[in-house]
């Protein structure tokens, strides 16, 4: 599952949900929290088999991000299982229980439909709950975990700059990898989706430390998050001849040789490996 761009989509607007399917983004992500009022939450939900349907015709795989108030978080996510969505993305997630209890409502019901499991983003966004990260990601229903920048930041009492979220952020993002986990996000936050120029350069950034793809809030994000968030040619040229190196280097019973100057061994040619085969995986329908 490519999951390079997430777009946010309110899951009450039509006409968000009626374009969503156009923007390109690898994984919609229908939302029933922060962008739905109050008046609105239970006709966004009643609506969710439909939006699904429309917001997944060109292939993108559709989450939908439930409430996290225990009087809506149930029926959500159940309503999210029986509109077919691909994924539940759980907010202020806080202790494994909380995600037990989800599996708890979810199972009998994945088994009536005879449906697989829905795999879990957790969206961590409280100072404490970073620190208890690592068992977070152990679950085995979490696909991936990300920081909530605007809710970390205020109950921080802080502002969400790149200086303020970097060190949260990359401590999520190793409690994911820890236990390979995808993590999601950029070093910044994705409020100020204007700054095109930063927020591609943040994309950059991020691709570098081992991020998988981010999320975004308008659509003009999703291009620079699927280029950025994928190899470039030129990672791939290199892969590839390193590779080829190693194949000769094997011949010749050596585990580490010189490449273009540095020396090689096992883990660098896992990574060039993993180029490629991430590579193949962007490659495909699209």
Known sequence: MKLRSQ???PAHVARFIDKAHQRGADAIILDLEDSVPAASKLSARQSLADSVRKTGQSGAAIFVRINSEPDLQLDDAAVACQAGACGIVVPKVQSVEGLDRLVAHLAPLEHDLGRNPLPFICLIEDPATVFDARALAAHPRVLGMALGSEDFATMMGAEPSPDVL???KLLVHMAAKAHGKLSFGLLRSIADYADSGAMQTATIEAKTFGFDGATCIHPS???????????TEAECDWARRLIAGADKAATENRGAFAFEGRMVDAPVLSRARAILAK???DGENG
């Open 279 to 281: 590579a193949g995986r």
């Open 166 to 168: 970097r060190l949260p």
């Open 221 to 231: 994000a999703i291009p620079f998050l699927n280029t950025g968030f994928s190899p």
């Open 7 to 9: 777009l946010y989509v």
